[in-house]
T-cell receptor, first 112, second 112 residues
């Protein structure tokens, strides 16, 4: 139980394009999902907290207009990186919370 | 500011020995604590969580919590090479469905 999927697992795009990442809880309903970013050899950095049916809460320093989060249902949250630039290249990981946080497998984004 | 501190390591332990990973936290309001294992290039996976003072055992893993000392630890008995990973300690004010504060992780290497 408590399986979380992410799609795509890897994406390479040109600078200026937008990328959408999906996070799904497969066998449970999650009222809260979290989005993290992790740069090489660094720890997880929480970007935002997403609650179903309401606006996401962004951490300080995270641009909400650049990282659009939609939490349309209890099993799906999406992160859209708008007008991506090379400095947005990172490992993006979502988690879905019920009794604790269960992480998706992550999406590796490379912006050329 | 809430902080979770971990020794970054690397911590090297011979195969078959006990690996001891330590974590301290600054927020006395923290109620729940989590240990995640992260292999290189992968997302974190939950190993154990603990809410109450004392020890909690699950197979080869034992989590220990001392709220008076604000100290959490993870013991891994009969260490295996497959235990080599980065271990993340996290604390939360609720039972995991609110945002967690992560430590920077301890890199553990089991030496065959």
């Amino acid at each position: 139980g408590a399986v979380v999927s992410q799609h795509p697992s890897r994406v390479i795009c040109k600078s200026g394009t937008s990328v959408k990442i999906e996070c799904r809880s497969l066998d449970f309903q999650a009222t809260t999902m979290f989005w993290y970013r992790q740069f090489p050899k660094q720890s997880l950095m929480l970007m935002a907290t997403s609650n179903e049916g309401s606006k996401a809460t962004y951490e300080q320093g995270v641009e909400k207009d650049k990282f659009l989060i939609n939490h349309a249902s209890l099993t799906l949250s999406t992160l859209t990186v708008t007008s991506a630039h090379p400095e947005d290249s990172s490992f993006y990981i979502c988690s879905a919370a019920v009794d604790t946080q269960y992480f998706g497998p992550g999406t590796r984004l490379t912006v050329l | 500011q809430k902080e979770v501190e971990q020794n970054s390591g690397p911590l090297s332990v011979p195969e078959g020995a006990i690996a001891s990973l330590n974590c301290t936290y600054s927020d006395r309001g923290s109620q729940s604590f989590f240990w995640y294992r992260q292999y290189s290039g992968k997302s974190p996976e939950l190993i154990m969580f603990i809410y109450s003072n004392g020890d909690k055992e699950d197979g080869r893993f034992t989590a220990q919590l001392n709220k008076a000392s604000q100290y959490v630890s993870l013991l891994i008995r009969d260490s295996q090479p497959s235990d080599s990973a980065t271990y993340l300690c996290a604390g939360g004010s609720n039972f995991g469905n609110e945002k967690l504060t992560f430590g920077t992780g301890t890199r553990l290497t089991i030496i065959p």
